[in-house]
């Protein structure tokens, strides 16, 4: 597939000291949806708004759809659609004239009762926007991203806030958009929505690429696909996780800030009992067991030390 974004040590320096990226590299491919990770000041909102244009890098090529914003800028603008975490729109304007206003800054955009309609936004069209729902609200802004039919769609954690469902119908509008061949860059902190929608993903730390590739696949780099995670008592306050290492099928292990011990295995149906046993011969009692599958939140806090939510 065609590249549809491309970046080249991409590096942004502020103030000639603070290095907010640092030789980033990305590939995206035309139709995919690309998910960049990383925790609050990783980069990622400098990244993205260098690609969108809005910044300068201080160094570095970016390429999007085979143009450059130093030669090309006007054709870029044209074939993108950008919605922000939180985009602010005129509340006395309705729904319909918000649409049609974005579409008149387009020299081919799409019909608005088609994005009313994709939107489910129809039956608002007359409401004002300060009437709106939140969802509503968040529905309306990716309308303003699409009805420039543009071939590239940032979107710059969409669903922030959002209840479940509302959450679930701008997937389905992601995943609409890349039918029909659009590239999607997205941002995001809901790990179960970057499983879900993404293609491949990057997760970024400290202006960095530290790991990129399919969800699965950073899962299975994590060595281990099930997560058993337990708590005993005399152990909750003891930083050693040398003695867990040793039990069958476990790959790795860490402690959570919460002092539960977190064992990345393979077979937990032979690490459990095994594990009991253990705790048994040490006279400790248990205090919490639970297991799941790896997930991408694992990979995050294994690559960077940190929750996604963490500053």
Not at 131 to 139: A, D, E, I, T, V
Not at 289 to 295: D, G, N, P, V, Y
Not at 301 to 311: Q, S
């Amino acid at each position: 597939m065609p590249l549809a974004i491309q970046c080249r040590d991409l590096r942004k320096t502020y103030d000639g000291k603070v290095e907010a990226v640092r030789g980033l590299n990305l590939e995206i491919e035309s139709g995919e949806c690309f998910g960049l990770l990383g925790p609050n000041g990783a980069g990622k909102t400098t990244t993205i708004e260098i690609l969108e244009g809005l910044l300068p890098p201080s160094s570095g090529q970016v390429t999007i759809l085979g143009k450059t914003w130093e030669s090309d800028a006007r054709e870029l603008r044209e074939s993108m659609g950008i919605s922000l975490q939180e985009t602010r729109l005129a509340e006395k304007l309705t729904v319909r004239e918000t649409i049609d206003l974005f579409a008149s800054f387009y020299r081919e955009p799409r019909l608005s009762d088609d994005v009313l309609d994709e939107l489910q936004l129809t039956e608002k069209s007359n409401a004002w926007v300060g009437k709106l729902s939140g969802g509503q609200r968040q529905r309306l802004a990716v309308a303003t991203a699409l009805v420039g039919n543009p071939k590239v769609l940032f979107l710059d954690e969409p669903t922030t806030g959002l209840d479940p469902q509302s959450r679930r119908q701008l997937w389905d509008i992601v995943r609409g958009f890349q039918k029909r061949g659009g590239t999607v860059l997205l941002t995001t902190h809901y790990m179960e929505e970057a499983e879900r929608l993404c293609d491949r993903l990057a997760i970024i730390d400290h202006g960095e690429v530290i790991a990129a590739g399919t969800p699965a696949e950073l899962i299975a780099r994590l060595g281990g696909h099930h997560v058993v995670e337990f708590a005993a008592s005399g152990e909750q306050n003891d930083d050693s996780t040398d003695q867990w290492k040793h039990l069958p099928g476990v790959e790795s292990v860490h402690r959570e800030n919460d002092g539960l011990v977190c064992l990345h295995v393979r077979e937990p149906h032979l690490t459990v009992p095994a594990l009991l046993d253990l705790i048994v011969k040490q006279n400790s009692q248990l205090l919490h067991l639970s297991t799941r599958q790896a997930s991408l939140e694992d990979v995050f806090v294994r690559l960077t030390g940190r929750h996604l939510r963490e500053d």
